[in-house]
């Protein structure tokens, strides 16, 4: 039996549960685990701040599976535009290593969330003192104190990226 690996499938941005949900129907037996992952982050709505959730990687789905060629064969009966990441040359990549350590470092495991974080800015950096990014404040592009959220650049399917994550900045302050 093959070693089980994460594969991405491409599909429509603003579509992700809807194809996942369908993928799943189509994937019985192939996939050990399909999802999409998310982030968490305040939102005001109706006036009111609230934890909402995000889609982390806008316009892909995750499918854990030990047979990719099943999985490529499967979706081309799902009727949404999916496409399982690879080669030009029908071979199939999984997330490399690294790739997946960062997901799992950011990542709750069971529920596929980053949660929300929370720091405060000391001078020009960014310290998180709770959350998935504390310790990884390197990997922050950009703070957006009013929208309650960070970016983050990632190596994420072969180039980097930005993703946006929840983090709440709880108090400024000038360097000393």
């Not at 189509?26 to 995000?54: F, Q, S």
């Not at 789905?61 to 949404?80: C, G, K």
């Not at 504390?134 to 950009?142: M, N, P, V």
């Not at 009013?146 to 990632?154: G, I, N, P, Q, S």
Request: hydrophobic share 40%; net charge positive.
């Amino acid at each position: 039996m093959a070693k089980s690996s994460l594969y991405v499938i491409q599909v429509t941005g603003g579509r992700e549960e809807h194809a996942r949900q369908l993928v799943l129907r189509v994937l019985p037996g192939v996939a050990e685990d399909c999802y999409t992952p998310a982030y968490e982050a305040m939102k005001k709505i109706h006036g009111e701040w609230k934890l909402c959730r995000g889609v982390l990687f806008p316009g892909y789905i995750f499918v854990q599976t030990s047979d990719p060629a099943a999985l490529a064969h499967r979706l081309a009966s799902v009727p949404a535009f999916t496409r399982l990441l690879g080669n030009s040359d029908d071979s199939f990549i999984p997330l490399t290593d690294d790739e997946v350590a960062w997901l799992n470092a950011f990542t709750n495991v069971e529920t596929h969330v980053v949660e929300m974080s929370e720091g405060v800015i000391e001078g020009d950096r960014v310290l998180v003192t709770k959350g998935p990014l504390r310790g990884h404040e390197a990997q922050i592009a950009r703070v957006d104190r009013h929208k309650r959220t960070a970016e983050l650049e990632v190596h994420m399917f072969g180039r980097t990226k930005r993703v946006k994550v929840g983090l709440e900045i709880v108090r400024k302050r000038a360097s000393a």
